[in-house]
């Protein structure tokens, strides 16, 4: 059996022999075929394709004279209505997120994917293997991710659970034990940062969770304040750095950037842009931070200048004085 290309009897079949295994019937070929009036062989590629691809804990009783499940199964066949076009959305989707999740994620988006495919009730006539030639992904390069940890991270969020961690932080080289209260993980361009109350700062404090080398679960508990507001949290700052002070940026892209920056979308959520009558474009945003904002305009070189504020010219000159004496 095509993987790439099930039919509905073929869904219908997989099903049966589902529902037979679980009611203790033992099915085997001959019964399969008889009941749909296919091949012993036919039948043995449906009983193959659950156990290879579907990773269902298929085996054969001598005894019985047919197959069973060798441990109970979680969760069951089910028959649900998918379009070819949202199927190919999930398959991109299983292939992106593939790029960032690593071996282990990666068994567990397939097996899902899968599952998926053997429900669609739709004739699928689209070649997947083919679409999955078609396409293809690279993410930015990220830490490697410890799983055990992130799974931690998710367990202590959702209970809301104090949690012990030794951390290193990039900037100072150092490594210190923290207490503190998680409030959310994000994921941001391929890498993941714990967003928690730090015990320490008695602030909330932005962690990247490929920095923790340690973590450990209290049994003490935490109430998250009705004050935090996430969205308000992210918008503060640039990329994952924020500050304590808001400053308002003011930059002007030349004519020749102008052309990608009219391609992708805001940069910022507090982001407004106006086009100059020389085809450059005036970008604004506020944030509480510089030095994040510092890095994006500098990728840009002489293509874009800071009008505002004064203190990020500043930082920037400083940082092109430096690059100049490398060079001289």
């Not at 990773?55 to 969760?75: F, N, V």
């Not at 567990?108 to 689209?126: E, H, M």
């Not at 490929?210 to 935090?228: D, Y």
């Not at 892209?253 to 009558?277: G, K, N, V």
């Amino acid at each position: 059996m095509s993987d790439q290309n099930l039919t509905y009897p073929q869904r219908e079949r997989l099903l049966w022999i589902d529902k037979q295994i679980r009611d203790n019937r033992y099915p085997n070929t001959s019964q399969i075929a008889q009941e749909f009036e296919i091949t012993p062989k036919t039948a043995q590629r449906a009983l193959d394709f659950m156990r290879d691809r579907l990773k269902l804990p298929l085996s054969y009783s001598a005894q019985k004279r047919g197959w069973y499940y060798t441990e109970p199964i979680a969760y069951s066949l089910s028959l649900i209505n998918i379009s070819e076009g949202e199927l190919v959305a999930l398959l991109l989707a299983e292939k992106l997120a593939k790029q960032y999740r690593g071996l282990a994620i990666e068994k567990k988006l397939r097996k899902a994917f899968d599952k998926v495919l053997l429900a669609a009730t739709d004739i699928i006539s689209v070649d997947l293997v083919a679409l999955s030639d078609a396409y293809s992904f690279e993410a930015a390069l990220s830490p490697e991710l410890n799983y055990e940890i992130l799974d931690n991270l998710e367990q202590a969020i959702i209970e809301n659970r104090i949690i012990k961690i030794i951390y290193f932080t990039a900037s100072s080289g150092s490594i210190s034990s923290r207490k503190v209260e998680p409030y959310h993980l994000r994921n941001f361009q391929g890498e993941w940062y714990l967003i928690a109350f730090d015990h320490l700062r008695q602030e909330i404090r932005v962690f990247h969770s490929s920095r923790i080398r340690e973590l450990k679960l209290l049994e003490e508990t935490f109430t998250r304040p009705n004050t935090f507001d996430l969205n308000k949290y992210l918008q503060d700052g640039f990329s994952m750095i924020r500050g304590n002070q808001l400053f308002e940026v003011e930059l002007i892209f030349d004519e020749y950037q102008s052309r990608w920056i009219r391609e992708r979308p805001a940069i910022h959520p507090t982001e407004t842009r106006s086009e100059l009558p020389d085809s450059s474009i005036k970008i604004t945003l506020q944030v509480t931070n510089l030095d994040s904002i510092k890095r994006f305009v500098m990728q840009y070189g002489s293509h874009v200048r800071v009008i505002k504020p004064l203190e990020l010219q500043q930082e920037i000159l400083i940082e092109t004085k430096k690059m100049l004496e490398f060079y001289q």
